[in-house]
């Protein structure tokens, strides 16, 4: 069988203190992305930020792109000025991500966004954000959940039509919550699938082109009731199956 490789889009965060280059920033990704596609058959590598001419060579060797959770998106990226309760951004980070996911959109590459992922896709597709939680609702969930991080902290509604409904068999799916900003206005194609009681959009997917599926909730730090989430993932990277890797018999 072969092992798809799929391409995650790192985030760049400041050197620590103890660092012998404190002015490099450091590319990094949470290990658990990296088990679960691991687990789910695929080959992960972290894709570095390279200028926009070597862009679409490098997602060309990928059979899937992965974009994770990170800092929030800033918010002159939909149209919106700062709010007090917007956390910091990096714009460099935000521009690159954005032209990942339009080069893995114009090369037909399933995607799969996690929490600031979700979030990226929306902004990309013309959409805007809640910059913080509590803009949305009077009475929101406590969605940055920190002491649940890996375990179900609330229960999100999967529409019937989605391809969510259809992975997870369910009309109610319990998940972890640690993010504080959320779609707002959907962008071009983006369709709501779940959303929270506090009706807060939970997921999204695109009618259009390539598999592509965002979840707002972290399944990268769940148990095994989320592995058919990246299987699915996995098995649209193997359908699409053209990156320039060689291949594991």
Not at 25 to 40: D, H, I, P, V
């Amino acid at each position: 069988m072969s092992k798809p490789v799929i391409g995650l889009g790192g985030v760049l965060e400041k050197a620590p203190p103890t660092s012998a280059f404190p002015s490099f920033r450091r590319l990094f990704t949470n290990e658990g992305y990296l088990s679960k596609l691991q687990k789910a058959g695929a080959l992960p590598i972290l894709l570095p930020m390279v200028p926009p001419t070597d862009l679409e060579l490098l997602v060309s060797l990928c059979d899937g792109i992965l974009l994770p959770g990170g800092p929030d998106v800033d918010p002159s990226l939909y149209n919106q000025e700062r709010h007090e309760l917007c956390g910091p951004s990096d714009m460099d980070v935000d521009r690159y991500q954005i032209q990942l996911f339009r080069m893995a959109r114009k090369l037909n590459k399933p995607i799969l966004g996690i929490c600031r992922g979700t979030q990226l896709i929306n902004v990309a597709q013309g959409g805007t954000l809640f910059q913080d939680y509590r803009l949305q609702s009077e009475k929101p969930i406590a969605h940055p959940d920190y002491e649940r991080w890996g375990s179900k902290s609330h229960q999100v509604e999967l529409s019937p039509q989605s391809k969510l409904y259809k992975l997870f068999k369910t009309h109610t799916l319990g998940v972890n919550s640690l993010h504080h900003q959320s779609v707002a206005k959907p962008g071009e194609h983006c369709i709501v699938t779940a959303r929270s009681a506090d009706d807060s959009i939970e997921a999204i997917e695109l009618s259009s082109g390539a598999w592509c599926i965002g979840v707002q909730w972290h399944p990268e730090a769940m148990g095994s009731e989320m592995d058919c989430l990246f299987e699915a993932f996995i098995k649209q990277a193997l359908s699409q199956g053209k990156s320039g890797f060689p291949r594991t018999p």
